[in-house]
């Protein structure tokens, strides 16, 4: 900028970053523009309009005392918020400029114009109110943006409708309820030299997970054309999740989650008439790809690491990628405002009581399950009509819905993400909601009764009826420390950010057959034998399901391996032990195709289950396929935290076996750090553990498999079921044995069963038994450590010089 004026700064201006000259929006442009650049981010120029050129625009056309007239009649009740909106509005939409701040405007727009070597730049205008963006209120989207602005009268009308848009009916009871005085919020304009991501993508991102808190991750979202979709909601995303702790890794891809989105419309400038940008269809390649690549989603997440630092909070950016170029910028960057707010040691959870089959489906928002009737409200001029406490069902939302949302017991929509506006104004609210289900407005009948669940996952599920769920308070307040490592099980890899905050030792137990038939549902080998499937239904739904790959093995082993990836994201570098497939036979027949690969078993339980699978001709191929996703874990991703354990191993031989089919697919123990443990669940493996423990690294007793061939009892059998105990003395001694032959051997031994999470007496014996690690389920987990570390008093601490003694058997 060649000249500074008290109406104009310039984003490089010292000045430029004061929130109180330039708002919030602005400020944080020019804070990056000066600090950040030199570490590699690419911010577009431009320049802000300051708070006194707001104030002197409403002097000159003497505004003010208008003004204050209309929001007193409001206030007042002779006026509707619609009616003293427009009414001011119009103030400032029919002002004039002063002369010379109309002069400083453009001026300042035409340096921009010859910096890019053009005649008439076209610009981004928006709106920076000085009371937005702050840590403790978020005012994004209230006031108006302009979008390919061209010329210097197209730029003035856009500046006065961007102080016009300081009073939207949205704006003004947005203010009244953070309590915000009217008068003393100024607007400044903010001119951005356009990124042509009309031709390729733009979106939103978050250094923070936004539905669980996690710190540890950037989500990015992602759509083709103009970034305005992305924040409206109108389309569904592409997403990306990236894990920042591994970001600078040499040769690793911490990406943990990519989702393909629909997609299915772009905003991109219109060409010739009076509007700037039209709404266009996609086409099926343009839904059908990613529009990040892997490199550019790592190069936004190392900004959004760059720029969180920078700030010292978790922060909210939107970021854009030219067409012509190829070269990705950031737009804006505010502090996020809802899950770094939350200080909260406890964490309410919900679980549904009873099963059913969902009706619709969508991203989740929150962790609540509410239940409820649907108001189904397609059109903004029907919102009178919405029911206090109902669940508002609509398209989308912008924020004239607010109001509304404010009342709702939850939220279904058609369109958008986890980044849409409704998203986000429900975080920020506290209501669940679950958006982008595609056609929620058509499904659902007005007064239908439905149940919205967000407590599965990332998926949320829309139910019919009032299903029965229930809520706990978890607090993790004064957690104590154990000796013994408590660490969690996990199985579903979009819960698995929820218990971040549990102070877990790792991951005991991560079942890859849940990943199996959730994510991928197929078959592996009738992935890779699709000729010998001959139920056509299944041939159709692999196809839909591996569409985008040019090999089905590789759906199988990208998505098992994000699947993997999230879990072991949770608590690393703590350790995740992952165990390999253990479905028995009557199960892998129902994963699509399935029927054409597995014998028809008397006794699944007892059959072609676990090792036994692995190096068998039968399944070595499918075996090949988990060994090739945990080795992308490991070595491309970057998790070398993940330990892989092999279940149901009947004997040494057969352990060898098993150990040489991983070797032979990259997985060798010991290679890059690689421990391999063996679940400790059959008779045998007691017995023979000194000569199991010299092939394994560490044991994991699974108490439900000992139990039942211990006892000789079905442990589905409902009839027997009174005979199944883990506590008995049968069971206690082999546990007993099991501890102290690992121990004898120099290997780790822990259990991840489900008796500790159970009985907390179980978990008690162990404790005295000396065991080195007890996995517990997440809902379980507080309860259970608070007892453990009881026990752990009681052993260094005995009343009356005797130790204390536990309910169980002895052994």
């Not at 998505?559 to 992952?578: E, F, K, N, S």
């Not at 060898?656 to 750090?673: H, P, T």
């Not at 007993?736 to 007496?761: D, F, L, M, R, T």
């Amino acid at each position: 900028m060649r000249e500074q004026t008290a109406y104009v700064l310039g984003f490089e201006a010292t000045e430029a970053g004061e929130v109180a000259l330039v708002g919030g929006k602005n400020a944080s442009l020019s804070i990056m523009v000066r600090t950040l650049r030199g570490a590699g981010l690419a911010v577009p120029d431009g320049f802000a309009t300051t708070a006194a050129a707001y104030r002197v625009y409403i002097e000159h056309n003497a505004i003010k005392p208008r003004l204050r007239a209309s929001l007193a009649a409001f206030s007042a009740g002779k006026a509707t918020l619609q009616e003293a909106g427009a009414e001011i509005r119009g103030l400032f939409l029919d002002g004039e400029f002063p002369p010379d701040m109309a002069d400083a405007i453009l001026e300042a727009y035409r340096d921009l114009s010859r910096a890019a070597g053009v005649r008439a730049l076209g610009v981004a205008v928006r709106s920076s109110a000085t009371a937005e963006d702050l840590p403790d209120a978020s005012f994004a989207g209230q006031q108006e943006s302009f979008l390919n602005v061209r010329g210097e009268r197209e730029l003035l009308d856009a500046c006065r409708r961007c102080f016009a848009s300081l009073f939207t009916d949205r704006a003004i009871s947005y203010r009244e309820t953070k309590g915000f005085d009217h008068l003393k919020v100024a607007l400044s304009i903010g001119v951005q030299r356009m990124v042509r991501s009309d031709l390729a993508g733009s979106g939103v991102m978050f250094s923070i997970d936004t539905e669980t808190g996690f710190p540890r991750a950037v989500v990015i979202s992602a759509a083709w054309g103009l970034g305005e979709t992305v924040v409206q909601g109108t389309v569904n995303p592409d997403k990306h999740l990236v894990f920042k702790p591994l970001l600078d890794r040499p040769g690793t891809c911490p990406v943990i989650e990519q989702t393909l989105g629909e997609k299915e419309r772009k905003l991109v400038y219109a060409h010739g008439g009076s509007a700037r940008t039209a709404l266009r269809d996609t086409t099926r390649r343009e839904r059908a790809a990613f529009v990040l690549t892997e490199s550019e989603v790592l190069q936004l997440a190392r900004w959004a690491v760059l720029i969180e630092a920078h700030y010292g909070r978790p922060m909210d950016m939107e970021w854009a990628k030219d067409g012509e170029t190829g070269e990705l910028f950031i737009v804006q960057a505010r502090p996020e405002t809802v899950q770094s707010a939350r200080r909260d040691a406890t964490i309410k959870t919900y679980r549904l009581k009873e099963a059913a089959d969902p009706i619709l489906s969508g991203a989740a928002v929150g962790e609540a399950i509410v239940a409820g009737e649907a108001c189904v409200i397609r059109n903004p001029s029907d919102i009178a009509r919405f029911r206090e406490g109902a669940i508002l069902v609509t398209e989308m939302t912008d924020p004239d819905w607010v109001p509304v949302m404010k009342r709702a017991a939850g939220i279904v929509t058609d369109h958008g993400g986890s980044t849409s506006h409704a998203a986000i104004v429900s975080r920020e609210l506290g209501v669940p909601a679950i958006v982008g289900t595609g056609n929620a407005t058509e499904r659902l009948r007005d007064g239908q009764i439905i149940t919205l669940s967000c407590a599965e996952g990332e998926r949320g599920n829309v139910y019919d009826g009032a299903l029965a769920f229930e809520a706990e308070q978890i607090d993790f307040a004064d957690i104590p420390a154990t000796r013994t490592a408590v660490m969690v099980n996990l199985a579903n890899p979009a819960a698995a950010l929820h218990w971040w905050r549990l102070p877990a030792k790792g991951v005991g137990l991560a079942r890859m057959e849940f990943i199996i038939s959730n994510a991928i549902k197929a078959h592996p080998m009738a992935l890779l034998h699709p000729e010998r499937v001959d139920d056509a239904a299944a041939v159709r739904e692999i196809r839909k399901l591996t569409a985008g790959f040019d090999d089905p093995a590789d759906f199988f082993v990208r998505t098992l391996a994000l699947g993997i990836a999230r879990i072991a994201a949770v608590y690393h570098p703590q350790p995740v032990i992952v165990r390999l497939s253990d479905f028995k036979t009557n199960e892998y027949a129902h994963l699509l195709g399935g029927t054409a690969f597995e014998p028809s078993e008397e006794n699944p339980m007892l059959g072609f289950r676990g090792a036994s699978r692995y190096y068998d001709a039968r399944y070595r191929e499918g075996f090949a396929l988990e060994c090739r996703a945990l080795k992308r874990v490991r070595e491309e991703i970057g998790f070398d935290n993940v330990v892989v354990m092999v279940p149901f191993c009947r004997t040494p031989a057969e352990a060898d076996q098993v150990l040489q089919a991983m070797a032979e697919n990259g997985l060798a123990r010991g290679d890059a750090g690689l421990q391999i443990y063996m679940m400790c669940e059959i008779p045998s493996n007691v017995v023979l553990a000194e000569q199991f423990a010299q092939r394994f690294d560490g044991f994991s007793i699974g108490s439900n498999d000992l139990t039942q061939l211990a006892l000789g009892v079905d442990r589905d059998s409902g009839d027997l079921a009174p005979l199944f105990d883990e506590r008995s003395e049968a069971v206690t001694r082999l546990i007993h044995q099991a501890i102290v032959e690992a121990h004898k051997a120099g290997i780790k031994v822990g259990i991840c069963g489900q008796a500790p999470s159970n009985y907390p007496e179980f978990a008690g014996f162990l404790v005295r038994e000396g065991i080195d690690s007890i996995s517990l389920n997440p809902d379980s987990f507080i309860a259970t450590i608070r007892h453990i570390a009881d026990v752990e008093r009681s052993l260094t601490e005995p009343a009356g010089g005797e130790p204390a003694q536990d309910a169980t058997a002895t052994t």
